[in-house]
């Protein structure tokens, strides 16, 4: 399966040169782009591993697209993605977030059903990657 | 137009004379009144019957909006009295319409209860809209002190949060609206929801009208929705939700109903504006209390907001939807086809999503908002809008909204998924672009064709659909600026 976390897992992967104009934009909006990556994709999974702290002086997105790659270089069968944050006011959270990098195979997720009184239904999911530790999933 | 007869009587022997007297001599229009920055003000469109003098008719308004009955009544000078008296202070004539005027009241804030729309809503539409003086009455828009609207919770979980809480950032949300609205049963119910948004919607939405019925009891809506729910989370490891309509006759019905939804793990719940203000503020604070959001559907709102002689219009309901707490509230497409004019939906987006409303009369936004943190309400465009539209949707409503396709989903030609796939794929592509600094609102044919090469359920959306548009002129557009209708 492959997972369509993001704003572009829709659409076919991104070149090196759309990942750059994609930061570019997020740079001319004043935000400041980050590089994260993980190894569990579960949906809930707020806090990827940060690929150094966001980019907050940064004016060229060539060099978020050396970090990128660094990153793709170092952890090339996790999932990679661009963030970028608005400091404004009124905003003060995150207004992109795309994936750039991803397992060569992805396994998914399972569904699994705790069956409850009056036929309730208590629902747990869990990447199938994710029964191996941390350091041993994805290739 | 001052007329020295048209004032207030300081004569207080005369002024309290038993009897009829005339609204402004009772001191309902004072025209060199500077409004505070604590009060309340309200602007009406006022439709005077033949021969009543406008000015008049806007004391009137002002009175039987606070303090005034029909006579003069000798229990006011028990009171302070001008202090609650609210004041018309100001009168327009409608721009191109002879006979129509917009009058400006000013309200003091001690004539509300803290925290209450129903209380607000008493006063300002309440007995004056029969006023016989008036053939018609329109409250066109209201200026809400932060003095005022800092004792209201506003949204329970607001944009951000809702999109941390999603984890989705950059682009529109994605809906559909579960069809047929009446008639499937639970479990072929649940079918379409999973359908949908395992093709890559983030939401789907029960109708207004989707309670408990014989065909289908609200347990059994909410349990097999879940599991559609469930699974298409496991298929695509992104957060997605239903709206489970609490809707229902009671309050502790609509409590069982909402906290059976969270107990199922469900992360929105939906309520219809037909339950009425006080019902939609507990609501409100028990999402907050829950941590849910709260989907509104505005179920009756063209009743009272569409003709622009007579009612609310929906830019002021937008206001008290955004103070009484809920998230996301149905706000008009442009293109759809459902009521819409451009400017007057620039105008109740603004009023969902800035932090500070400036005046634009051009929008029909009429006085400075400052919106004194409350969060921010999410818009939801929905009604017979579909992928081909795509570039349009995003140029007129911007990036924080939900894009909700119901008949542009369930409708496609092969199928739910693929329904859903199509306008997922379109909106990516629209964002891609116009990121990249592409003239999506000229070019946007051409990119979704493009992206359509390689997205089999995007060309067949756009073939299917291409000829559909819903090019009527609006009945309520603004007054300032010659009217412009939907682009096709």
């Not at chain 2, 293109?335 to 620039?346: A, H, S």
């Not at chain 2, 600094?437 to 756009?462: E, F, S, V, Y």
Request: glycine share 8%; with cysteine; net charge neutral.
């Amino acid at each position: 399966m492959r997972i369509t976390q993001g704003q572009f897992s829709f659409l076919p992967d991104l070149t090196d040169d759309e990942i750059r104009r994609q930061c570019a934009y997020a740079i001319d909006q004043g935000w400041a782009v980050a590089v994260e990556f993980t190894d569990d994709p579960h949906p809930r999974n707020t806090y990827w591993e940060m690929w150094g702290i966001p980019m907050f002086d940064l004016k060229d997105a060539a060099g978020v697209l050396l970090e990128v790659n660094a990153c793709r270089k170092s952890h090339p069968d996790k999932y990679v993605k661009v963030v970028a944050f608005d400091s404004r006011k009124g905003f003060e959270s995150i207004r992109m977030c795309f994936i750039v990098n991803r397992p060569k195979d992805e396994p998914g997720f399972d569904l699994a059903r705790t069956e409850l009184r009056g036929r309730n239904v208590g629902y747990a999911i869990r990447p199938y990657a994710a029964v191996r530790p941390a350091g041993q999933r994805y290739g | 137009m001052n007329k020295p007869m048209g004032r207030r009587i300081t004569d207080l022997t005369q002024r309290f004379k038993s009897g009829v007297l005339p609204y402004r001599q009772m001191g309902y229009w004072d025209p060199d009144y500077a409004p505070k920055d604590s009060d309340i003000l309200a602007v009406f469109r006022i439709t005077p019957q033949d021969g009543v003098d406008p000015e008049e008719a806007a004391a009137a308004v002002a009175g039987e909006s606070s303090t005034a009955t029909w006579t003069v009544v000798w229990t006011d000078r028990l009171t302070d009295y001008p202090h609650y008296q609210a004041k018309a202070y100001r009168l327009d004539p409608v721009p191109g319409t002879p006979g129509q005027y917009f009058a400006y009241i000013a309200y003091d804030l001690d004539l509300f209860e803290e925290g209450s729309i129903a209380n607000l809503t008493a006063s300002i539409i309440g007995n004056v809209f029969g006023f016989k003086p008036l053939k018609a009455l329109r409250l066109e828009d209201m200026r809400v002190p932060p003095h005022y609207l800092k004792t209201f919770q506003g949204p329970a979980t607001g944009i951000v949060v809702e999109r941390e809480r999603l984890n989705c950032f950059g682009r529109p949300l994605l809906g559909a609206t579960m069809k047929p609205k009446l008639g499937l049963s639970g479990r072929n119910y649940g079918r379409v929801v999973y359908e949908a948004l395992k093709g890559g919607l983030d939401f789907t939405k029960d109708d207004e009208n989707i309670n408990s019925q014989p065909f289908m009891y609200w347990r059994d809506r909410f349990l097999y929705c879940m599991e559609g729910v469930n699974k298409a989370v496991a298929q695509t490891g992104e957060i997605k939700g239903h709206y489970l309509n609490v809707t229902a006759a009671t309050m502790e019905d609509m409590y069982e109903r909402a906290e059976f939804a969270r107990d199922l793990g469900s992360v929105i719940i939906m309520i219809d504006l037909v339950i009425g203000y006080t019902a939609i503020q507990s609501m409100a604070k028990w999402a907050r209390r829950n941590s849910l959001i709260l989907h509104l559907h505005r179920a009756g709102h063209s009743t009272y907001t569409r003709q622009k002689s007579h009612g609310i219009s929906f830019r002021v309901i937008a206001k008290w939807m955004r103070m009484a707490g809920v998230d996301h509230i149905h706000a008009g497409t442009v293109v759809g086809k459902l009521e819409g004019d451009p400017n007057v939906i620039r105008g109740i987006y603004d009023t969902c999503r800035e932090t500070h409303v400036r005046q634009n009369l051009e929008h029909g936004i009429f006085f400075d908002q400052p919106w004194a943190s409350l969060n921010k309400l999410m818009p939801v465009a929905s009604g017979g809008i579909h992928a081909g539209q795509m570039h349009q949707l995003v140029s007129y409503l911007g990036e924080d909204v939900v894009l909700q396709f119901g008949g542009g989903t369930i409708g496609h030609p092969m199928g739910i998924e693929a329904g859903a796939a199509a306008n997922r794929v379109a909106l990516e592509a629209i964002i891609k672009a116009r990121n990249e600094g592409q003239d999506i609102w000229h070019d946007g044919p051409q990119i979704l064709a493009n992206a359509a090469k390689t997205c089999t359920p995007l060309r067949a959306a756009l073939d299917t659909w291409k000829d559909v548009t819903f090019d009527y002129a609006s009945t309520d557009s603004v007054d300032f600026v010659p009217t412009a209708t939907a682009a096709g």
